[in-house]
């Protein structure tokens, strides 16, 4: 059930048996409700009087002027402290009592009455009351003893009163909390977010959008390692743009640019899901090849490259060297890089001297 469809006193669990206890904690006794309830029509009978002049002061007090507002407010106030002067007196302090009570509290925190402007009121209230009992009540029914029992039942109202501003003040606290804890969870979410495109920033190659030369030694390490733990092979492909220097300068870098994007792309497209790519610098690219062969990137890897270049216009032309480390014995990053990065420029000279014959 929603707080909406409960009354205060079952929001707070408030039971006959607090109600109870909380009486016998101020002593008010079945003898002090009698006595309250005999002076009930000499109360009533100046009711008016006691309301009015319980606002004439009121208002005097600017901070509680200014709660107050208008003239239909005040007029609505009137008409709920003639009530609540008549429950008083009532002789029934129920659990109906009681959640009226609670609402009285609910509603001077929603509107902003501190917590002193309301002892103020209570107290100003009293003082009305007890001047009025012992003027109008006669001695033979004792005013005193009445007056006893009022000042009971007004802490009892009090402590009631208190209890909804704690409970409001508690809630209001929670909710600042889920917000404050919602609001550290998304901005940790930001962060993590713009933590992680920042790592990716720093990864990659900002023309390109393959892995950064930064990086490739750690990654080539870390991938040596796992081969190692696997007894797997790994495989580094080096590749360089056949003639590059000459595109720059008899079509422009913009061109350049354009073929360097061409070439990442199509290394991306031909590469598996856990091969690494990288621009290793200028016009040339490293691919680390997991648990593949040399064999596998040469003839497989190779042909789905080439065959992913053909289908664009303005071909480059490749010069890819291969080196493989383990499953039988495994070399060092630096010297399996330079392996591939040797046979690389066996095959670009190769090319070039076709070339020259042809």
Not at 29 to 37: F, G, I, M, P, V
Not at 246 to 265: F, K, P, S, Y
Not at 314 to 330: E, H, M, R
């Amino acid at each position: 059930m929603k707080n909406t469809e409960k009354s205060l006193i079952q929001q707070m669990r408030i039971t006959d048996f607090e109600i109870t206890n909380r009486k016998r904690l101020f002593a008010i006794s079945q003898t002090d409700a009698e006595h309250l309830k005999q002076a009930k029509p000499y109360i009533e009978n100046e009711l008016n009087t006691i309301v009015e002049t319980f606002y004439k002061l009121q208002t005097e007090v600017p901070d509680i002027a200014l709660l107050i507002g208008d003239a239909d407010t005040l007029s609505r106030l009137h008409n709920a402290q003639k009530a609540y002067i008549s429950d008083l007196f009532s002789g029934f302090y129920d659990i109906k009592y009681v959640n009226n009570r609670l609402r009285i509290g609910m509603v001077h925190k929603r509107i902003g009455v501190e917590p002193k402007l309301y002892l103020a009121a209570v107290l100003t209230l009293k003082q009305l009351l007890i001047t009025h009992i012992r003027k109008s009540i006669p001695d033979e029914i004792n005013p005193e003893r009445i007056i006893e029992a009022l000042e009971k039942l007004l802490m009892l109202d009090v402590s009631l009163v208190f209890d909804t501003y704690i409970r409001s003040l508690i809630s209001e606290i929670e909710i600042a909390k889920d917000r404050s804890e919602q609001y550290a969870s998304a901005l940790e979410e930001k962060v993590r977010e713009r933590t992680r495109q920042l790592e990716m920033l720093s990864r990659t190659d900002p023309l390109t959008g393959l892995l950064n030369r930064q990086h490739f030694d750690e990654i080539l390490s870390q991938a040596l390692r796992a081969a190692q733990r696997r007894n797997e092979p790994l495989t580094v492909a080096y590749v360089d743009i056949n003639d590059f220097k000459l595109i720059n300068d008899t079509q422009g870098h913009r061109q350049g640019d354009e073929i360097l994007q061409r070439v990442a792309n199509s290394l991306k497209i031909s590469s598996r899901t856990d091969d690494f790519c990288f621009r290793y610098g200028g016009d040339e690219f490293c691919i680390i090849m997991p648990n593949c062969v040399r064999q596998e990137a040469s003839n497989a890897w190779a042909k789905r490259l080439h065959e992913t270049l053909a289908k664009q216009t303005d071909n480059p032309k490749l010069s890819i060297g291969y080196a493989q480390t383990g499953p039988d014995k495994y070399i060092t990053t630096e010297h399996l890089l330079q392996m591939a990065d040797e046979e690389m420029y066996r095959v670009k000279k190769l090319a070039k001297n076709h070339s020259k014959k042809i």
